[in-house]
């Protein structure tokens, strides 16, 4: 029987704790663990009486982003970007708080995950990293996401040079709220938790409705436009070596470029 890849916690009648449950491949965004997630995001949205969901991982690295071994794949490639996409939009529409307690490293996708919650505790050796154009790939639909959360000059220096950052650095820019040891965390989401159920829960779901509406454009509309972006660049010749060049441990030899994109966005 195969592992399951997300685990449910409801023992509390007020919080559900999803926990992510690939640690021997970081947590990697397999198809089969979007797929778990999703139904699980999806149960929860429609359980009136929950007030928050904690989302953590089991093992040492919170997410490392997409199964790039899975990725190689290019059979896969609509699916699982159709079930990221869909993880990020239920996620952010999901009418309970939403916490995410991560420790270790989120990594492409990864960010995606904690940009989509309402809120971001983090262990004080958390990495989070944007490598994707060191992948031959676009970070497209974590930059809809984070874009919401620091200002435009460092999202370009995250999403353009594949930066790194340290818990520090994350919170100084605003992608994280807290940062404790890993000893903590789970205590520390459990007190944000116990604030979060002192508040009136139709009062919740309509503030985060009304901080969408405040947007420019509502986040899933975003995520659809950002999704071209995303597809292009897993069906690219670049991102064919990016990810080869990673599995196997060497530099990229990028192809030589064919023009310029000026293709029309609009």
């Not at 996620?91 to 996708?109: D, E, F, K």
């Not at 919740?204 to 509309?221: F, G, M, N, Y």
Request: aromatic share 2%; hydrophobic share 45%.
């Amino acid at each position: 029987m195969t592992e399951k890849c997300v685990l449910i916690d409801s023992t509390d009648p007020a919080v559900t704790v999803i926990t992510l449950n690939r640690p021997l491949k970081r947590n990697a965004l397999s198809v089969q663990l979007l797929q778990e997630l999703l139904a699980a995001l999806q149960s929860v949205s429609q359980e009136s009486d929950r007030r928050v969901l904690i989302l953590n991982a089991n093992g040492p690295v919170f997410c490392a982003g997409l199964d790039l071994k899975e990725s190689a794949d290019r059979e896969n490639r609509q699916q699982s970007a159709d079930l990221l996409a869909g993880v990020y939009k239920t996620l952010v529409a999901c009418p309970q708080v939403t916490i995410a307690a991560a420790q270790g490293a989120a990594i492409g996708g990864g960010v995606g995950l904690l940009s989509a919650c309402d809120l971001a505790v983090v262990t004080d050796d958390m990495q989070i990293g944007f490598p994707e154009v060191k992948r031959g790939l676009v970070a497209a639909l974590v930059t809809a996401l984070v874009r919401r959360q620091v200002n435009d000059r460092r999202l370009r220096e995250l999403v353009l040079l594949g930066r790194t950052l340290s818990a520090a650095e994350a919170m100084s820019i605003g992608l994280v709220n807290q940062i404790t040891n890993s000893n903590e965390l789970m205590a520390a989401a459990r007190a944000l938790t116990a604030l979060a159920v002192q508040s009136a829960p139709l009062a919740v779901q309509r503030t985060k409705r009304l901080l969408d509406e405040l947007s420019p454009r509502p986040i899933a509309e975003e995520l659809n436009r950002a999704m071209r972006y995303h597809i292009e660049g897993r069906d690219s010749e670049e991102a064919i070596e990016g990810i080869n060049a990673f599995l196997e441990k060497r530099e990229p030899r990028w192809p030589p470029m064919k023009g310029t994109d000026r293709s029309n966005r609009t």
